[in-house]
């Protein structure tokens, strides 16, 4: 019998199953998006004996496309020569093409055997055990076999090479809508990590609509890939001439958006190479954060302040979010002083700020802080982001996990794929505008029934490990309609920026509430930090900051 701390024991072919999850998933919900090689990798792994099935899915998960038949041994697969010759048979592998690569076939030895090879093909008066080889780096080593032999054959054992990857990393998009996503996820679940919401998912929740977008996505990603390298090596010439390759506007917003992420990147390359010209034009090209700051401060080190000044005002008029409000706001002040022009200056915040000397403390300052106030009589709890975030998820579960295109597409997510876009509010927005009325109402108050009804469940707003029954009750008692109302705007409004930047601590005491940002010596307040302070000081709402000096 399992106890609470044995941890769970896999079974041999639990990838196999994970692996067939994944091609049926793909299979129900893109059937008529599959390409007809695609098909027939399908049927063809599906005839399979269970061996060839695991010594190929063993071969696709690995590094690397060439294997060494000897160093392919799984304890599950019980004839790995008969599962080689059913996959050669079946074209999923081939064996000893004349045409590979050799560096990548001589990758696969050892240092020691490389020298055994080396020796073997340039015979014995080669001085192969001389110092000089000896102390080479592997790398090396193989170069100085390629420029001796450079049509050297290796195949002395049997080498393959797995076929048909191309279509895994489509399916895998398929079923993740990403490609940062592997078959290690399906582990987590597998060992009981995570437990997740039963959603919907079938043709009509389904990412992709188009094959073309399937292609165009793959292809924006294998473009990335090789920016990564030019992106390292800093020359601005390569840079230039990698932009010639970007693809122009796609009406697709997913694909969009990540297009306009490539242009940022590459921009912004440029900016720090001294490529202003063209950093300005892809920065120009894209509506997502930062491009507009990047070409006010690009145009403000060009000297060209009007037309700067007029990029903040739009960031002023219509901010992506309250991050670039901010910003712009401060460029704008700065432009309108270079400009000579008549400038307001911000408002200067005036938080509730109080000094604790404390002894030194080994724990953290956020803790020594608790106990401090638990001395004076509150309840306290160490929340950071969690507790209004919890609140978030517990608030809006059914909406977060509705049944919208393109939203879920396996069964392993924490949240929607738009929840931290602006497409999330916009999707849905009958039904969250309906619940915030509730909420602000007080017509609303199924906390507590929500929390039980899922509890254990990931969400990605919900941290179970902190959340509680006690402190929710508490919390919303605490609180009227109007202040929940405007705390879950606020997360609406920006969720992947907003969700940060809550105070440490909240206190309860004689039905009070109150919340305390902790800084340590030398800590100073984040921008994040003083939204969420001047939030709740417009709610009217005690909340404080507590910088701590250590008792000498």
Request: aromatic residues 10%.
């Amino acid at each position: 019998m399992m106890t609470q701390n044995t941890p769970p024991v896999l079974a041999p072919d639990y990838y196999r199953h994970n692996f067939d999850l994944l091609l049926r998933s793909v299979r129900q919900q893109y059937h008529d998006l599959l390409s007809h090689s695609e098909h027939w990798w399908l049927n063809t792994y599906s005839r399979l004996t269970p061996d060839a099935k695991q010594l190929y899915i063993r071969m696709l998960s690995r590094k690397g496309r060439y294997f060494r038949v000897t160093k392919l041994s799984y304890p599950e697969i019980r004839n790995t020569d008969n599962a080689i010759g059913e996959l050669l048979s079946n074209k999923l592998i081939t064996c000893n093409e004349a045409n590979w690569p050799v560096d990548e076939i001589l990758d696969l030895f050892t240092k020691p055997e490389l020298l055994q090879i080396f020796s073997e093909t340039h015979g014995p008066d080669v001085p192969t055990n001389g110092p000089a080889l000896k102390q080479a780096r592997k790398a090396d080593l193989t170069a100085a076999i390629l420029a001796m032999s450079p049509a050297i054959s290796v195949f002395s054992e049997s080498i393959v090479h797995v076929e048909h990857q191309t279509h895994l990393t489509t399916f895998l998009l398929l079923f993740f809508g990403n490609q940062y996503q592997d078959l290690s996820q399906f582990v987590l679940t597998d060992l009981g990590l995570h437990t997740f919401e039963n959603y919907q998912i079938d043709v009509t929740t389904r990412l992709f609509q188009q094959r073309q977008h399937i292609l165009e996505w793959l292809s924006l990603e294998a473009l990335a890939d090789k920016y990564e390298p030019l992106s390292l090596s800093k020359e601005a010439q390569a840079v230039r001439q990698f932009t010639r390759r970007l693809p122009g506007p796609c009406t697709w917003p997913p694909l969009e958006r990540r297009r306009q992420r490539l242009f940022n990147r590459v921009a912004r390359d440029l900016e720090r190479l001294g490529q202003y010209d063209l950093a300005l034009f892809l920065f120009s090209q894209s509506a997502l954060p930062p491009s507009r700051e990047r070409r006010v401060r690009i145009l403000d080190k060009l000297q060209r302040h009007h037309t700067a000044l007029a990029i903040c005002q739009q960031m002023l008029s219509a901010p992506f979010n309250e991050e670039e409000a901010e910003v712009g706001q401060r460029l704008a002040h700065k432009l309108s002083r270079t400009l000579n022009l008549p400038v307001t200056p911000p408002a200067k915040d005036t938080f509730t700020l109080e000094t604790l000397t404390l002894a030194v403390s080994e724990e953290r300052v956020e803790l020594a802080v608790a106990n401090h106030y638990r001395q004076a009589g509150w309840r306290v709890h160490y929340t950071e982001n969690a507790l209004i975030g919890g609140l978030f998820g517990l608030a809006f579960w059914d909406i977060i996990f509705a049944p919208v295109a393109g939203a879920f597409l396996n069964p392993f997510q924490r949240a929607p794929r738009d929840m931290y876009h602006s497409e999330f509010s916009e999707r849905r927005r009958d039904m969250l505008t309906t619940r915030l009325t509730a909420i602000r109402t007080e017509s609303w108050n199924h906390w507590l029934t929500v929390f039980q009804q899922k509890q254990g469940i990931t969400n990605d707003w919900v941290n179970w490990a902190i959340l509680t029954p006690a402190l929710i009750e508490e919390t919303v008692s605490c609180l009227n309609g109007e202040q929940l109302y405007a705390m879950l705007s606020r997360l609406l409004f920006d969720p992947r920026h907003n969700r940060s930047g809550q105070p440490d601590l909240v206190m309860f005491k004689n039905g009070q509430i109150q919340w305390v940002e902790v800084k340590g010596p030398g800590d100073t307040l984040q921008a994040n930090q003083k939204r969420w302070l001047r939030l709740f000081q417009q709610l009217g709402l005690d909340a404080r900051v507590s910088h701590v000096v250590w008792q000498v």
